[in-house]
């Protein structure tokens, strides 16, 4: 289980990071893992936010590009998104997965919540 944080509620304009803490289990195979962020609002699917491929290739929605930013420390076993200018629309459950060759791990999530 990923343990995400950093959630909160602010204005418009904002910004905030959030955290995902990696289980000792994978410890040992983050490096090579893909990471992502996803979000989901009330009464919507699940969406990816940002994707992080093992290559270090980075794939992000339409609707955060240039505002997002996904990263990884692998010293600290830790994925992040850096998320400025949010919007209102922004608001969501944020979940952290991370993919390695053999789990598919998720995140309880945290809530993100922006006001106008």
């Known amino acids: 289980q990923l343990q995400a944080s950093g959630g909160g509620l602010l204005q418009a304009g904002g910004s905030l990071r959030l955290t995902c803490e990696i289980p000792?289990?994978?410890?040992?195979?983050?490096?090579?893992?893909?990471i992502g962020w996803y979000r989901q609002a009330p009464g919507n699917q699940r969406e990816p936010v940002a994707v992080?491929?093992?290559?270090?290739?980075?794939n992000y929605a339409d609707s955060v590009k240039g505002r997002f930013t996904i990263s990884r420390d692998n010293a600290r076993k830790r994925v992040y998104l850096q998320m400025n200018s949010l919007k209102p629309e922004d608001t969501a459950v944020y979940f952290c997965?991370?993919?390695?060759?053999?789990?598919?791990?998720w995140g309880q999530g945290t809530q993100v919540t922006v006001s106008s």
């Open positions: 997965n991370v993919q390695t060759i053999n789990r598919d791990l």
């Open positions: 000792r289990i994978i410890f040992s195979t983050f490096s090579g893992s893909n």
């Open positions: 992080s491929f093992r290559n270090r290739t980075t």
